[in-house]
């Protein structure tokens, strides 16, 4: 009914950008919050930012994970239901599988629920 799709990784050197994007279409109301994690082989999936929707583009509250901020920006484009991240001055420490996360009321059930994608993988070399 919903589903997530996301593009944009890559094998980048250290210092290089890359952008990730993730769409999100189906049976959508309302999507609550929208954003990216990653998880590295033999680590724990962590949150790299998140945007908080809120009721207008003006509410809009962007968490960042400490070790990404002042590098990552993350957007959102609430006509097009998609959510872009921004990564620069990379470093080997980011390579890792990047998954999109949505909480998204879905049309029909009366309820939010967490949706993934199927992640796309980022590599940075030394």
């Known amino acids: 009914q919903v589903q997530l799709v996301e593009s944009g990784g890559g094998l980048v050197e250290a210092g290089g950008s890359l952008r990730l994007s993730c769409e999100a279409s189906g049976n959508i109301f309302r999507i609550n919050r929208m954003g990216w994690y990653r998880q590295a082989p033999g680590q724990e999936r962590e949150l790299v930012a998140m945007?908080?929707?809120?009721?207008?583009?003006?509410?809009?509250?962007?968490t960042y994970a400490d070790s990404v901020k002042g590098r990552f920006d993350i957007s959102r484009d609430r006509a097009k239901n998609t959510v872009d991240l921004q990564m620069n001055d990379l470093k080997p420490e980011d390579a890792a599988t990047y998954y999109c996360?949505?909480?998204?009321?879905?049309?029909?059930?009366?309820?939010?629920?967490?949706?993934w994608g199927q992640g796309t993988q980022v590599t940075v070399s030394a």
């Open positions: 996360n949505a909480d998204i009321f879905v049309r029909g059930l009366g309820f939010s629920y967490d949706f």
């Open positions: 945007i908080d929707t809120g009721d207008s583009q003006r509410d809009e509250r962007p």
